[in-house]
């Protein structure tokens, strides 16, 4: 009787772990936004924050109907970005859950390990002219070559002044363009700053 006794606690046991369901990553929500700028040639950081409506990483098709129907409520208060003409300057945006301040958890990682699900774009407005941003030389590429633009360069030439929208975009038809429309996918973030350049 032991043996079968045995067997069948075998069988027992493996039924079960064919059944039960293979756990799902839960999906950190995004809280907040920052943005790191160095004047190149400088050791100073000054840190730009843009607190952000939670939500989920994972986007559903309802959400991205919603979003296509109003563009203009971008996320965060609305912050001013001082930069000096004939300047480049390094910039870094990192992405932040920190619903508990004693457990601030960085969610670009998650970002760069899925670059081709993934892709941030900052919409330049037309009167901000003789401002420039290009992929960094230590940017994260997708598997196709295509920079992610979590690590950029900006480069400023006269003295000008206008808004400037950036985006994280999920699942992106794209990965090139020059507007919100030629990226298509879903917004994970939208947040809008503007730049003065003295």
Known sequence: MKPLIAISLFLSILSCSKDDPVPVHEQEAFTLVTLEVTKVGSTETITYDFEVEGHD????????????DDHDDHEGEHTEIELESNSSYNVSISFYNDEDPNNIINI?????AEAD??????????????????????????????????KTTWTTTGETSGDVVGYLFHEPTSKTGTTRSDFGGAIDIEIEFEVHVE
């Not at 901000?128 to 030389?137: R, S």
């Open 57 to 68: 990483h994972a986007h559903e098709e309802e959400a991205h109907e919603e979003e296509e």
């Open 108 to 112: 670009t990682s998650e970002i760069i």
């Open 117 to 150: 699900l993934h892709q941030v774009f900052y919409d330049i407005t037309n009167e901000l002219t003789g401002f420039e941003i290009v992929p960094a030389t230590n940017d994260t590429t997708d598997s196709n070559g295509n920079p992610l633009f979590i």
